[in-house]
């Protein structure tokens, strides 16, 4: 399936640069399943860090692109669709929450030399508070995914403990968002999916513009 | 004492036999204190080893002594001695990682058992049981391919009113999400961590979930989730391990 990532510059800068890197990384996974017996957690492993070699600085910045994604969503989207209430609340606190990690990644990836992506310009169609709290549910639910699926590639492990950090949070509000909604806590079950980049630009791909 | 960090890494071999003895005799230290505490040579038992997986990684650590036999045939291209290390600090950490699941999973059986829920409230109830008892599972199988899993443990709950419970479940969950994050760093193998995060924000749902029943935060932290220390994590559920 061809992917979008073409229609959507800033993220394609955000492919792999690193390939002597990446294929260390790649080795190394292979090399670790060998020893470890990967039939215990082939039902854990994605593809996302076998087919990548993406580098850390990459991932970061893959990172940043979706929490500007989510802290335009509540924050842009979200007073100009109208909320009120319970939604109102988790919007504006979500929203702030967000925005602290649009802050640290970026930090994150200045301090290690590198250039955060730009923000992109983005659209959702959503036109009411029940849309929006879909739409809230399925990136929320992205976010986790998309962390739980690049995580293990990251070689450095104070980025691996801010990236376990920041996926708890969009964990937390994604149950909050069910519980407000009386959609599944657990959408996928005892284990959570992780997601490979294409998977999650499938979901977040429409909703970049520029 | 310093947090006993997990790492891989061998250390030359003149420090070897040091920091080998100097390990046993904290981990000692750390069982004659579990023993005076219980009085019982049977139930300190599991706790011994839960506070052994939260020694250091050599191979000394009773929780890692049958793993270098996992990582012995394999003909890897690595140092022995290096992998079986990162095996064995891999598998204390899914040895802590399904002692504490072995406990959430009893917790929500014997909550469900109690009759203190009812309705949509039981229904959460169960499905957070079931998916805890999905972790015990696979933890189990995961410690299983890399040497000898940790016994289960026997927790023991006070369950009072639904109220009580209601607050000790998200204390639990809470806790485990705590303490997977603070372990996804010591992790070597990335298909281990895959799992562990896998796990992880399912604690955080059911974290966030209970925190909202009570009436409190779903994010406590704020935008960034705090981790502890097994150290930590041991000092607050000592009290319900039998």
Same mark, same amino acid.
């Given at each position: 399936m061809h992917t979008?990532?073409?229609?959507?510059?800033?993220?394609?800068?955000?492919?792999?640069?690193?390939?002597?890197?990446?294929?260390?990384?790649?080795?190394g996974a292979l090399a670790a399943g060998a020893v470890y017996g990967a039939g215990a957690v082939a039902p854990f492993v994605t593809n996302a860090f076998a087919a990548g070699g993406a580098t850390d600085l990459d991932i970061l910045n893959f990172a940043l692109t979706l929490e500007y994604l989510e802290t335009d969503?509540?924050?842009?989207?979200?007073?100009?669709?109208?909320?009120?209430?319970?939604?109102?609340?988790?919007?504006?606190?979500?929203g702030e929450e967000e925005a602290e990690h649009v802050a640290?990644?970026?930090?994150?990836i200045t301090g290690a030399g590198g250039k955060p992506v730009k923000k992109p310009t983005f659209s959702?169609?959503?036109?009411?508070?029940?849309?929006?709290?879909?739409?809230?549910?399925?990136?929320?639910?992205?976010?986790?995914?998309?962390?739980?699926?690049?995580?293990?590639?990251?070689?450095?492990?104070?980025?691996?403990?801010?990236?376990?950090?920041?996926?708890?949070?969009?964990?937390?509000?994604?149950?909050?968002?069910?519980?407000?909604?009386?959609?599944?806590?657990?959408?996928?079950?005892?284990?959570?999916?992780?997601?490979?980049?294409?998977?999650?630009?499938?979901?977040?791909?429409?909703?970049?513009?520029? | 004492m310093t947090e006993p960090m997990i790492n891989g890494e061998a250390p030359p071999e003149t420090g070897v036999v040091e920091r080998l003895a100097r390990d046993d005799v904290e981990r000692k230290r750390f069982l004659r204190m579990a023993g005076k505490r219980l009085g019982s040579g049977v139930a300190a038992t599991s706790l011994a080893a839960f506070?052994?997986?939260?020694?250091?990684?050599?191979?000394?650590?009773?929780?890692?002594?049958s793993s270098s036999a996992a990582a012995a045939g394999t003909g890897t291209a690595s140092s022995s001695s290096t992998s079986s290390a990162a095996a064995s600090g891999d598998l204390a950490i899914v040895n802590y990682a399904l002692t504490l699941e072995y406990l959430e999973s009893q917790f929500y059986a014997k909550v469900i058992k109690s009759?203190?829920?009812?309705?949509?409230?039981?229904?959460?109830?169960?499905?957070?049981?079931?998916? $805890?008892?999905? &972790?015990? /599972?696979? *933890?189990?199988?995961?410690?299983?391919?890399?040497? #000898? +899993?940790?016994?289960e443990p026997t927790g023991k709950f006070p369950l009072k009113n639904a109220a009580s419970v209601t607050k000790l479940a998200a204390t639990v969950e809470n806790l485990g999400a705590a303490a997977y994050?603070?372990?996804?760093?010591?992790?070597?193998?990335?298909?281990?961590?895959?799992?562990?995060?896998?796990?992880?924000?399912? $604690?955080?749902? &059911?974290? /966030?979930? *209970?925190?909202?029943?009570?009436?409190?935060?779903? #994010? +406590?932290?704020?935008?960034?989730?705090k981790p502890m220390t097994m150290s930590q994590v041991l000092a607050v559920v000592k009290p319900f391990i039998a």
């Open positions: 979008p990532e073409f229609a959507h510059p800033e993220l394609a800068a955000v492919e792999v640069h690193g390939v002597t890197r990446g294929s260390f990384i790649a080795r969503f509540y924050t842009v989207k979200g007073k100009s669709v109208g909320l009120s209430g319970e939604a109102k609340t988790l919007a504006t606190s979500f640290a990644l970026t930090k994150a959702f169609p959503v036109t009411n508070q029940a849309g929006f709290l879909k739409l809230a549910y399925v990136l929320e639910n992205t976010g986790v995914g998309a962390y739980n699926g690049a995580g293990p590639s990251l070689t450095n492990k104070a980025l691996l403990a801010a990236a376990g950090s920041i996926v708890q949070t969009e964990a937390r509000h994604a149950a909050a968002i069910a519980l407000l909604t009386g959609m599944k806590i657990t959408p996928n079950g005892a284990f959570d999916k992780p997601l490979s980049k294409a998977q999650v630009l499938a979901k977040a791909g429409p909703l970049i513009k520029k | 506070i052994a997986a939260c020694g250091s990684s050599s191979s000394s650590s009773s929780a890692g002594s009759g203190l829920f009812h309705g949509k409230n039981l229904s959460v109830i169960k499905t957070f049981g079931a998916e $805890e008892t999905e &972790h015990v /599972a696979a *933890l189990h199988k995961l410690a299983m391919s890399l040497g #000898t +899993p940790a016994a994050l603070g372990q996804a760093g010591n992790i070597k193998s990335p298909e281990i961590l895959a799992a562990a995060l896998a796990i992880h924000s399912i $604690e955080a749902r &059911h974290a /966030a979930t *209970l925190n909202l029943v009570l009436g409190k935060d779903a #994010t +406590p932290d704020g935008a960034f989730a």
